[in-house]
């Protein structure tokens, strides 16, 4: 069996679907001829993590551990702040300290504030390296940083190396709002350049993203997708309550906050009390105090059930027993080529989706495909009108009927394989083996990777 080294900084995964993507790799490699090894932080700060997904690691799994430094318990003592993260980044207003925190996050910590993990990180896993040999490297970001233990590795050992993008990296759409320099935008722009160029083959999770790599670099560039595990929506869908229940899971960010969609909801509420009475906004996860302020305004705040962060079952649970799975995305152009990782887990729910972003973007052409909802414009009015009040119709005549009230609205149709966890690792095993065969000898491969890329972009 070969081995594959995956370098992960969130480990266990949080309750993010993208980032969940490695834990159900791991879980499935096996049975694809790989056996994987996972290098994680000991000691990270992390937002949250979602320990459920521990028990989906198989027992043989090797995980190792290197010490990292990170800044952030220096940042809660100069701010006073009780989050584990650096001021959100953002266009909304600031303070001076939340400016200045921002600042010294942008210039001093690049390509990001995990960085300090790169050097001891490189140093452990090369002495691991040589006693342990393993066929291929993959390094998954963000965190970006990550890929810079990559790029040293590959260099120093000529083993074969895959950096996964599970989002864009200079083109992420945050980026503008942070103050960096030129020099270090510049710095920034280095390093991501020489990832493309150094390492063996880019592997990006959205076709878009993958577009963009492709026209930055001469390296091969795949894609993999996110999906989702069957065997979290085994069993028969939890039974519906009646309710005509629009949900949301994971993090409903504020400017991601879909104001034209609250606007047409309490309108249907003002004008059918039936619509008012059984509406229930579920919202699964962190929500953004702008969200829930704009629910308020539209007259809504009576039909909503927050049920605040949840582990993974109980989001799946949510999702399987809606009568509506409603995902918007950031309302940013350069928002368009990401596939957040919930979309799949919507997909598997069978529920109806009603996306909102670019009509031309990623999202969009997934929901068309699959037949599993729509997707409208943040203000378009009349389509988001049209397909809520079907919708509404489908439900309260379906009930009125006597049928049971998740076979009151159609569901997704079309086909989904293709994003099955079993599937997307089955193409990874594919990549693996097939970049598993350009292994050079170690020191011949680290001179030529030493000629290739300069040295000081770091």
């Known amino acids: 069996m070969k081995r594959v080294l995956v370098i992960a900084y969130y480990w266990p995964p949080s309750g993010g679907s993208g980032v969940q993507r490695w834990v159900k790799f791991v879980k499935y490699l096996p049975a694809e001829g790989w056996e994987p090894v996972v290098f994680a932080p000991e000691g990270a700060d992390y937002p949250s993590l979602d320990p459920s997904f521990q028990k989906e690691v198989p027992a043989s799994v ?42 010294i996050r942008a210039n ?46 590959h260099r120093a050992t000529g083993i074969p190396w895959i950096p996964d993008f599970r989002d864009p990296w200079s083109r992420m759409y945050y980026l503008r709002y942070l103050p960096m320099t030129a020099a270090t935008w510049r710095k920034l722009r280095r390093q991501e350049q020489s990832v493309l160029d150094s390492c063996s083959t880019v592997l990006a999770c959205t076709p878009l993203v ?20 069957e065997e979290d929506f085994t069993g028969p869908a939890p039974e519906g309550d009646g309710r005509f229940n629009i949900t949301h899971t994971g ?11 609250w606007k047409v909801l309490g309108e249907m509420a003002d004008t059918d009390p039936a619509f008012r009475e059984a509406l ?57 080529p990401i596939l957040p990782g919930k979309l799949f887990e919507y997909l598997a729910a069978r529920r109806p989706v009603l996306g909102i972003g670019q009509r031309d973007g990623a999202m969009a052409h997934v929901l068309a495909s699959t037949q599993a909802g729509i997707t409208a414009d943040w203000n378009d009015d009349a389509t988001l009108r049209q397909f809520l009040q079907q919708a509404w119709r489908q439900h309260r005549d379906g009930v009125a009927a006597g049928l049971p009230a998740l076979e009151a609205v159609p569901a997704t149709t079309g086909d989904i394989g293709p994003y099955t966890r079993r599937a997307t690792t ?33």
Do not use: M
Not at 438 to 455: E, F, N, Y
């Open 426 to 458: 089955h193409a990874l095993a594919e990549l693996l083996s097939q970049v598993s065969g350009t292994c050079v000898a170690g020191p011949q491969k680290s001179a030529d990777l030493r000629r290739k890329t300069p040295q000081n972009d770091d």
């Open 280 to 336: 229930r906004l579920r919202l699964v996860g962190k929500v953004d105090r702008e969200v829930l302020e704009a629910i308020k305004a539209a007259g809504l705040e009576a039909n909503v059930v927050a049920l605040g962060p949840c582990d993974h079952a109980t989001a799946v649970r949510e999702q399987r027993s809606a009568s509506l799975l409603v995902l918007p995305l950031r309302n940013d152009p350069q928002y368009r």
């Open 62 to 103: 090797e995980v190792l551990r290197g010490r990292i430094w990170e800044p952030y318990a220096a940042y809660r003592k100069l701010t006073g702040a009780k989050s584990t993260q650096v001021t959100e980044i953002s266009s909304g207003p600031k303070t001076f300290k939340q400016r200045l925190s921002l600042w």
């Open 251 to 261: 993090l409903f960010a504020a400017d991601g906050n879909p104001f034209t969609l």
């Open 210 to 229: 993958q577009e963009d790599f492709r026209a930055q670099t001469r390296t091969p560039v795949a894609c993999i997708t996110n999906g989702f595990d």
């Open 108 to 153: 001093l910590f690049v390509p990001d504030p995990r960085v300090g993990w790169v050097k001891p990180s490189v140093k452990t896993l090369r002495k691991y390296l040589e006693e342990h040999p393993v066929d291929v490297i993959v390094t998954t970001g963000p965190p970006h940083s990550v890929h810079l233990i990559g790029r040293k590795l």
